[in-house]
């Protein structure tokens, strides 16, 4: 036989043990900071409309004279609060599945987020339509518990 040159099996070096646990590394203050992130962008942005002139705008209808303003975002620094609500089946299927549907789209930080925007802007439409645009006075007494009499 002749002599043939001595082979070593290669591949893989051996996994690298943190000193802290294979988990620890998965947490993200553990994790490697990214110094360039990519840009997301939003591919299904809408084009821009162009103005309506004078001319073209449509009348106004008298609904649009209360439709709510866009949701204004509560100061970052104001506490949240933990309120529970009852809700018919169907309005809870047909919301998670929105938020499930359009979260991202709609840059909501959670289904809780949604949730307020939703309720935000159901409070704005009453202001504009009842209290002349204006925030209803804050009441921190409780409200009455049950259905409303004649309900």
């Keep these: 036989m002749t002599d043939a040159p001595r082979r070593t099996i290669s591949g893989l070096s051996p996994r690298a043990t943190a000193q802290t646990g294979g988990v620890e590394r998965l ?37 649009e004279k209360t439709r709510p303003a866009p949701a204004v975002q509560a100061p970052t620094e104001e506490p949240k609060v933990s309120m529970s609500v009852r809700v018919h089946t169907s309005v809870r299927a047909r ?46 007494a409780s409200l009455p518990a049950g259905r409303p009499f004649g309900g």
Excluded: C, H, W
């Excluded at 591919?43 to 103005?51: D, L, M, R």
């Design 95 to 140: 919301s998670r599945a929105a938020y499930r549907a359009t979260g991202a789209l709609e840059a909501d930080e959670s289904y809780s987020d949604m949730i307020e925007k939703a309720i935000e802007a159901e409070v704005r439409r009453r202001e504009l339509a009842y209290n002349d645009g204006k925030p209803f006075e804050a009441n921190t």
């Design 27 to 63: 947490l993200k203050k553990n994790r490697p900071q990214a110094t360039d992130a990519p840009e997301i962008v939003n591919p299904v942005a809408p084009a821009p409309t162009p103005e309506p002139t004078p001319a073209t705008a449509p009348a106004a209808s008298p609904r």
